[in-house]
């Protein structure tokens, strides 16, 4: 009866477990830290308590720890690597190697415990291993408890003190940061200056910092009575040199935050609830676009979560600060003194990083396209419908917006130094086609899709994915098999030319001549490695205009009519081997006007001179 009952409960478990369909397994962790800030020394004592849940099916034996800081050290992997690649960041270049004793940044260790047992450990550069004193067994927790001491450097990208705008600290990278445990196993990459990759958590923190100092950043502050700074119009009672901010954060990966004695806080709370800050230092460069730019970040914030998903948490903060532009969960740190259409498009840009990547939590240094690029597509969506609304003085609305980042691709697809976008971030042979593949030939890969699936599929899909994926870690084939569903066309021959290889896409006409009196044939050409389906405009003489669409055979189907004021016709599929394709149409050639493979400019061909033909 026994072993009758136990054959009932595992195949009832089986029959549950394969119905349930689970989904892929994500770390969890909850910070709690204390921070007591020196602001004349520029350094920090900090304690951090750290609930770590292995949700993994994998007995942990060590752990691993960010410490950023120390990437800003000579001799350091970023301060090599900037120095000996071939075109390093100017922001970079030699500057880590010339800091002195008291410029430099460090995370020194004083202490870890692992459920109140010591813990050995070991720092290479910037990480922290540690060897456990009792290992994490699957699907249970770990609490660690760590001191440390911290010397905020002088900025040179992304954190950093004394910034060139003035700014005294952008406080990004800052805490021993608990490396990411995927399917994958460990992510402890150096630091060398480009993507993360973190764990969702909750965050508990309290800084405790001079008295003058503003503070603007990640989290929900949870004593404004006791701050004051613009976040409550009660005066501070407390009497001492010092206040103590306290901040909640729930469901992020990162905690960022900013402080300058002299900040200007702002704040515009929007229908929906959400409360946008704006912290910036006010002067003849800054206050005229900083007090422009909340009623623009307002109207983008309605457009944004009507197209790309709704905002889910109750604040974003706009912070003046860091290197140019970064994004970090529920704000943004931006060098401020532009001009307003500039300070609109950075702000734009990070914000939509809340969407492409901090909800959508992808391993940037495996996916950076997947960040950079889907960012860079929608940014450049948002500021087209921010200066076609009027709200940019001087900025007119383009008929195709992402006309830029296509010549940005093609720039990179000719040049001969492209790789495949497959290579970690770390690893590109040069910044150039490291960031144009990041943000050029990744947002290329949004927009081209649309025109591989037709616009009413590919909105939909963003928006499905957004909701399927956000508060995750899809990759690159989570993200195309949204396509897929939401369009019923088969995807993955697209994601791995594009992704996987640097080949280009060329198509011709090669030549529009009479089949008979009536009808004329058209032989098209591929003369690049990249397969495509083709959309062929036909124009008459008496300008009416017919689509005729050839699917690729890989894609097992075809996009419906996008223009509804053309003819819309779809052909037999152009096998993928083939080099050419013969089609004839029921029109002579005395009625042609014009033959043109995609005039929408969606699909990037690398030569468009062979893409029209007059009739002959």
């Not at 291993?129 to 067994?137: D, N, Q, S």
């Not at 300070?343 to 495996?366: I, K, R």
């Not at 396209?369 to 450049?380: L, V």
């Not at 150039?432 to 616009?455: C, D, M, P, R, T």
Request: charged residues 20%; glycine residues 8%; proline residues 6%.
């Amino acid at each position: 009866m026994k072993k009758i009952s136990f054959l009932l409960l595992t195949l009832g478990w089986m029959i549950t477990a394969a119905q349930a369909q689970p989904e892929r397994w994500q770390q969890r962790v909850s910070y709690k830290m204390d921070i007591d800030f020196d602001v004349k020394q520029h350094q920090y004592k900090g304690k951090q308590n750290l609930i770590y849940i292995n949700n993994s099916p994998d007995t942990l034996h060590k752990v691993f720890y960010h410490l950023y800081l120390n990437a800003f050290q000579p001799g350091s992997v970023m301060d090599v690597r900037s120095r000996t690649i071939g075109d390093p960041d100017p922001r970079v270049s030699s500057r880590i190697a010339n800091l002195k004793p008291n410029e430099i940044g460090y995370q020194r260790i004083r202490s870890l415990t692992q459920n109140g047992q010591p813990a050995s450990y070991e720092v290479e550069g910037t990480i922290l291993e540690v060897t456990l004193p009792e290992p994490i067994m699957p699907h249970s927790s770990a609490i660690f408890d760590m001191e440390w001491d911290a010397q905020i450097p002088v900025q040179i990208r992304r954190n950093g003190r004394d910034s060139r705008e003035g700014v005294a600290y952008s406080m990004a990278q800052w805490y021993p940061k608990l490396c990411e445990y995927d399917y994958q196993g460990w992510h402890a990459n150096p630091y060398v200056g480009r993507e993360f990759y973190g764990v969702w958590g909750d965050y508990d923190v309290k800084i405790t910092i001079d008295k003058n100092f503003t503070i603007g950043g990640t989290g929900y502050l949870q004593n404004p009575d006791e701050i004051g700074h613009g976040y409550s119009s009660k005066t501070p009672t407390n009497k001492g040199d010092k206040l103590t901010w306290h901040f909640i954060a729930p469901n992020v990966h990162d905690f960022m935050w900013g402080a300058d004695s002299n900040y200007t806080h702002e704040v515009l709370e929007r229908k929906d609830g959400v409360i946008l800050h704006f912290f910036y230092k006010k002067n003849d460069r800054t206050k005229d676009v900083w007090a422009a730019l909340p009623k623009i970040m307002d109207k983008a914030f309605d457009f944004i979560n009507v197209t790309y998903g709704q905002y889910p948490y109750r604040q974003y903060s706009f912070v003046q600060g860091g290197d140019g532009g970064m994004e970090y969960p529920m704000a943004t740190l931006i060098t401020g003194e532009r001009p307003l259409a500039s300070l609109v498009g950075v702000s734009v840009h990070e914000l939509m990083h809340s969407w492409y990547q901090m909800l959508l939590g992808t391993n940037e240094s495996l996916y950076a396209w997947m960040d950079e690029g889907f960012t860079t597509y929608a940014s450049n969506v948002v500021m087209n419908h921010l200066a076609a609304e009027g709200l940019i003085p001087g900025m007119r609305p383009r008929d195709n917006p992402h006309a830029n980042t296509y010549a940005g691709y093609l720039g990179l697809a000719l040049s001969g130094a492209e790789e495949p976008m497959t290579i970690h971030a770390d690893h590109f042979m040069t910044n150039f086609a490291y960031g144009s593949a990041a943000y050029n030939k990744g947002a290329v890969f949004l927009h081209q899709l649309e025109y591989i699936i037709g616009k009413q599929a590919f909105d939909a899909s963003l928006l499905r994915y957004y909701y399927t994926w956000r508060f995750k870690h899809p990759n690159d084939n989570d993200c195309i098999r949204i396509f897929e569903k939401q369009s019923g066309l088969e995807l993955d021959w697209y994601k791995e030319y594009w992704v996987h290889s640097t080949h280009t896409i060329d198509y011709a006409i090669k030549t529009v001549e009479p089949a008979d009196n009536k009808a004329t044939q058209i032989t098209l050409e591929r003369v690049g490695a990249m397969p495509m389906p083709l959309d062929v405009v036909i124009t008459y003489n008496d300008g009416k205009r017919d689509i005729f669409n050839i699917p690729l055979d890989l894609m097992r189907g075809a996009k419906p009519q996008e223009d509804p004021n053309a003819g819309y016709t779809v052909l037999k599929d152009w096998p993928w081997t083939n080099l050419t394709y013969v089609f004839t149409i029921p029109r002579p050639v005395g009625a042609i006007s014009k033959v043109e493979i995609d005039p929408s400019r969606r699909m990037a061909d690398v030569n468009i001179e062979n893409n029209v033909m007059g009739a002959k």
